[in-house]
């Protein structure tokens, strides 16, 4: 099977009616699967939305039937106690049969700040995340009851009493050589947002041979190429700050002020602009050839789904198999 293609329910820039609508559309439409943010802020003012993930995938799971779901990604580690998301993992693989893979990550500051546990250096987080990762592995065991005590978690006499029939996969998010060797020594799914094949590498190398290899691309697609750039700089001109940086700034305004100096022509370069087909497959190519195996395009703008949708079934998806298969 070629390189599969993904859509993003984006919870920043879309409400939850919308999500699930847009999903169903996606699901119709041909896509061949489906991934979800999980944040608690947008990135920036102008995207105006950030309902809950997990209720959301939910609905999205009752409104489909067909389309696979992952979280990419949510934190264990924070907001959410672990012992919780294995709990809300199970029931959602459950309600979307089988349809479901839990994408942990370590998380942002933009989200995670809001329970007032401060922010840890990086490899404090990976310490956390590790810990989160190992106490959901043993509650997806299902194997009598949960008992931990880490240096950041513990769990007392935990147990899932509704575990799905099919267990829920587990992807990591890795940035670097650490977390891809975390992912492959202990997931199922290989996470990243950029086009790197040493992570591919580190991540198959540390056990993850053969499993899933799953990135992340934006798109801004209309028919008027300049308002499709403009529209990605208003909502999009942070994704060029990095992941290190990203991961570190406390809300919206933050990220306004560090993206202040990007002009309409870096987002340009940066992310495929219009309605040019070519132009997409390009740049998804980057990341078939470092060894992605699923690869879910963001739409940029909650109100432009639909026609995005349309040109997906109609142009992109017959170009798309014919460049990747699936």
Not at 15 to 24: A, C, F, N, S, T
Not at 124 to 148: C, P
Request: aromatic residues 10%.
């Amino acid at each position: 099977m070629g390189m599969q293609l993904g859509y993003t329910m984006m919870t920043e820039q879309a409400g939850p009616k919308d999500l699930v609508r847009h999903v169903v559309g996606a699901e119709e439409a041909g896509f061949d699967f489906a991934v979800s943010s999980d944040h608690y802020f947008p990135w920036l003012d102008e995207m105006g939305h950030s309902p809950n993930a997990w209720v959301t995938l939910g609905a999205a799971a009752q409104a489909t039937s067909r389309i696979p779901f992952m979280t990419y990604v949510t934190c264990p580690t924070f907001r959410y106690h672990p012992a919780v998301v294995a709990q809300q993992a199970a029931t959602l693989q459950i309600l979307s049969d089988g349809r479901f893979t839990l994408g942990i990550g370590a998380g942002e500051n933009l989200n995670e700040h809001v329970v007032g546990g401060g922010w840890p250096a990086a490899d404090v987080r990976h310490e956390r995340i590790v810990e989160a990762l190992t106490i959901i592995r043993d509650l997806f065991d299902g194997e009598g009851y949960t008992n931990f005590r880490g240096e950041h978690f513990d769990v007392e006499s935990a147990k899932l009493w509704d575990l799905p029939e099919k267990r829920v996969p587990i992807g990591f998010a890795a940035g670097g050589k650490q977390a891809a060797t975390i992912a492959g020594e202990l997931a199922d799914v290989l996470i990243a947002t950029d086009p790197m094949s040493e992570l591919v590498e580190q991540f198959e190398s540390a056990g993850g041979a053969g499993k899933p290899k799953v990135a992340q691309m934006p798109i801004s697609f209309g028919t008027d190429k300049a308002a499709a750039v403009t529209r990605a700089h208003s909502l999009f001109r942070w994704f060029g700050l990095g992941w290190k940086v990203n991961a570190e700034l406390p809300g919206p305004s933050a990220f306004d002020a560090a993206s202040s100096v990007v002009r309409e022509d870096d987002v340009e370069s940066s992310i495929p602009c219009g309605d040019d087909v070519d132009a997409v497959i390009k740049a998804a190519k980057e990341y078939a050839d470092a060894g992605f195996t699923h690869l879910a395009l963001v739409q940029i703008g909650g109100d432009q789904q639909a026609p995005y949708l349309e040109w997906s079934q109609k142009s992109l998806m017959p170009a798309w198999r014919e460049a990747f298969g699936g």
